[in-house]
């Protein structure tokens, strides 16, 4: 049985590989025509991660690269099902909800919670995007739910599911990010996820005015269109976390090698940023997209590890809770320390120092390491949309990878990801040169690679790395008090989250 | 046959509206079933257009209202149509190649022309958009046509095709555009279509330092990225026209009324912008969106008129290129007078005659008029990114339709674009209430409606859309004086474009 689990869960994760590049209509078409098993199937992995993805490249983020809003789509999510599964488990208790007990026969088959998790989905997904309710619609009707029951009867899954669901839209509706997008008192012509905070950037994407400090970057668009960076979401620095109080408790060291009057490290960091670029190899850049795409490096690696362990329905929903969780919280205050610091990028350092000089460098797709001006040189990835330090990513990866060790007991991770030759998506056609599997055999390797892909990529230095990898343990550590407490049921009613400053 | 002819391509350009709204993937897949018939089909709306749209819309331009780019890519592609297709007809001449005379009886069907159309198709395309080559190959080999035959043999239909689509290419790649993006002797990363002229706004998007100039707006990209705008392509005022030669002949005047120092002029235009805001309705917010997106109002319009009139092939693929030279040769006029007065869009300008005092107008999606402060009002389309004055719409639609009068030699126009209920864009489920047509009983109706829907759509002024009205015919008798020329062969043979600087 387990075995049998397992494969049929390889295959839709395949496929679900599958409709990230692309294909997802003829996919869904498929869906529709077979009756959903929910006696035996996983909702979240076969169900509703297949809906959402599709949506989150079109309309969240191209490159699933702007974590701060697919964590909170992933956290809020997933804390839906944690809510709605509750009151199948002996003890758990929701985080948004109270829903009573079920009977222990109401979980011996998946059905009950994978239909409370779907309704669950159906609120929090209505609510995040609700431009796309037709969608979230589909994904209930495809499988022969109705989406118009907006029942909230405790004995029966799909009341379980809309009160868990509600409860997570009330829950996080005011916790800070601007959902709404009505904050600054806004009542009309609302502006989710809009800073309310009045960042504003001391340079210009045209002019480096202090080179200690952030520069919004000009990119490019599809074929001709440029536009100006704005830091994302600044106000994810006053967001509630979900496990712990005070964010200001997490103060990091100030970047000193950003400051440019400390010269020699100054140079020295630039530096190393452009000898990790002459070094770029095939694996190195896959790498580098790899985690840069929260989707396939946390996501994956997650659900992955739920399949390969043969994680049970509500298992995986714990697991995945909590390293959404993990990450989600541990952004806010690498939020609040990349606002007190916003420091300067790599390009923008290396432009400085460097202006129209030669140096040695990767030269662009397909070009390999060459020798170019300064200011004629760009990252393997874009950056982006925030100041540098800390690292962002590396701080996610910690964070996940700790709470994954916690809950799973172990830092064994044995996880391959394999692209075929030619799959990059910065050298399509040329990278890699051949079929290459990624293996990362602990989650120590995965921290260790996430961090420094970054400083391959050409979008941090190594000191933004290593302040995430050293101090963002502790997130994953956290997490996992806070989950352990509501599996047990010992952890408090919660009232809606407030942001900061409407404490 | 006049009348299945007709029918036929109904249909076809039916299709394409579909594919324009999404579900392009199985509409390629039934096109690949069939074989062509390259006998009596018209592979210019059957094949090349239905491949480019989803492209455009994916690569180019989500809303299909960046005009620049998007004419730039239907001027080259029906240049090239119109070059492969010369040597078919009895007296023309191409742009970019002169490609010898066949005999008559080699375009006595439309089979000939069809194949050198769409091998000159795929050189263009392969070098506009070169990361989407598998598309333009998938457009080639579903028809049974090999895109590896590179032949030049003058005489056969794809060497014709591959020779004016090269000429087409060596023709434009250095006409002021910076497609190849290594203007300012960028040698390494090329940015294409990145500005080269050092264009740098007076105003932030986060501060108006003067109300009469220009400002970048800070747009929200999907759910939750904002970005700020950057001007697109300010080089388009230095690019070379096909139908004229001195670009600074057509200065316009002064926009008067732009200058805040004319305070009680400034303050009417407006407060009048205002009032259209706060009298939409259905019908003028569906032409708005109907004429902020290029390829429905000024390609379809033209491809309506070509079906409904029976025009042969050639004929169609002439009109084409008139009406896309027209426009395109147009926009460098306006991209010179924009650049010249960076004028202020009216969201800047009411913002700072108004800032948070209450104002009449439309509130938003869904909200009809209603009173809200000013600085909280937004336009019922996003500005695109370029200063204000002149209109880039009107005057592409003023040059398109005379360009069009001349061709088939009437104001009659009779065109209906049909949208059904709740079908826009910016009110999605709500406007229309009805489902609608859109009728233009003649092109004077298209250009009143076309300029007057930008000051309903709230992102021009009148003064803006009147200097356009007036004086952009001339765009349009200028490129039909050029097409003569070319028809008739008397033009004279042309080197490859240089971009003013160049010369």
Redesign the interface.
């Known amino acids: 049985m387990g075995k049998l689990f397992h494969k049929g869960v390889s295959k839709v994760l395949c496929c679900t590989m599958v409709i990230v590049i692309g294909?997802f209509?003829?996919s869904f078409a498929s869906e529709s025509e077979t009756s959903y098993d929910f006696k035996n199937g996983n909702a979240v992995i076969e169900v509703a991660v297949p809906a959402l993805l599709p949506v989150i490249l079109?309309?969240?983020?191209s490159t699933a690269g702007?974590a701060?809003?697919i964590l909170r789509m992933s956290t809020l999510m997933s804390n839906a099902w944690f809510d709605a599964s509750a009151p199948y488990h002996p003890t758990a208790v929701g985080v948004y909800s109270r829903l009573g007990r079920r009977p222990l026969s109401e979980s011996e088959t998946n059905t009950n919670i994978n239909i409370a998790i779907l309704y669950a989905s159906y609120r929090v997904l209505s609510s995040?995007?609700p431009?796309r309710t037709p969608v979230w619609r589909k994904m209930l009707t495809d499988i022969g739910l109705d989406p118009d029951d907006d029942s909230v009867d405790l004995a029966t899954p799909v009341g379980i599911g809309n009160a868990a669901g509600l409860g997570v839209v009330r829950g996080r509706a005011r916790d800070g990010m601007n959902q709404l997008g009505d904050e600054s008192e806004?009542?009309?012509?609302?502006?989710?996820?809009?800073?309310y905070t009045n960042y504003?950037p001391i340079n210009?994407?045209?002019r480096l005015f202090d080179p200690s400090r952030w520069q919004?970057d000009?990119q490019?668009?599809?074929?001709?269109?440029?536009?100006?960076?704005?830091f994302?979401?600044p106000q994810y620095a006053l967001t509630e976390p979900y496990s712990y109080q005070a964010p200001q408790r997490f103060n990091m060291p100030p970047p000193y090698a950003s400051n440019h009057w400390n010269y020699p490290a100054y140079k020295q960091q630039a530096d190393e940023v452009l000898a990790a670029s002459a070094d770029l190899n095939d694996e190195r850049k896959l790498k580098a997209e790899l985690f840069d795409n929260k989707i396939e490096s946390l996501g994956f690696s997650a659900l992955s590890t739920a399949i390969s362990r043969g994680l049970s329905l509500q298992e995986t929903i714990e697991l995945d809770f909590l390293i959404s969780m993990a990450a989600h919280d541990a952004g806010i205050v690498i939020w609040q320390e990349k606002r007190r610091y916003d420091a300067v990028r790599p390009f923008s350092a290396i432009r400085y120092l460097y202006g129209d000089e030669w140096v040695s460098a990767w030269?662009?797709p397909g070009?390999g390491t060459?020798r170019?001006?300064a200011n004629?040189?760009?990252s393997y990835l874009e950056e982006a949309?925030h100041p540098e330090y800390p690292s962002a990513s590396t701080c996610f990866c910690a964070a996940h990878a700790q709470a994954a060790r916690r809950y799973l007991g172990t830092d064994v991770l044995n996880w391959e990801f394999s692209k075929a030759a030619g799959s990059s998506h910065v050298e399509?056609g040329i990278t890699p040169a051949e079929d290459t599997i990624l293996r990362f055999d602990t989650w120590t390797d995965f921290v260790s690679d996430c961090g420094q892909s970054r400083v391959w990529a050409g979008v941090h230095f190594q000191a933004a790395v290593d302040v995430s990898t050293q101090m963002c343990d502790v997130f994953g550590d956290m997490a996992h008090e806070y989950l352990s407490s509501l599996i047990d049921g010992s952890a408090p009613v919660r009232r809606p989250a407030k942001g900061k400053r409407y404490k």
Chains 1, 2 share one sequence.
């Open positions: 294909c209509t003829k079109s309309d969240v983020s702007d701060t809003l995040l995007l431009q806004r009542a009309f012509n609302p502006m989710p996820y809009m800073d504003r210009s994407a045209y919004p000009l490019r668009k599809g074929m001709g269109l440029y536009k100006i960076q704005q994302v979401t030269g662009g070009r060459i170019l001006p004629q040189w760009k949309d399509p």
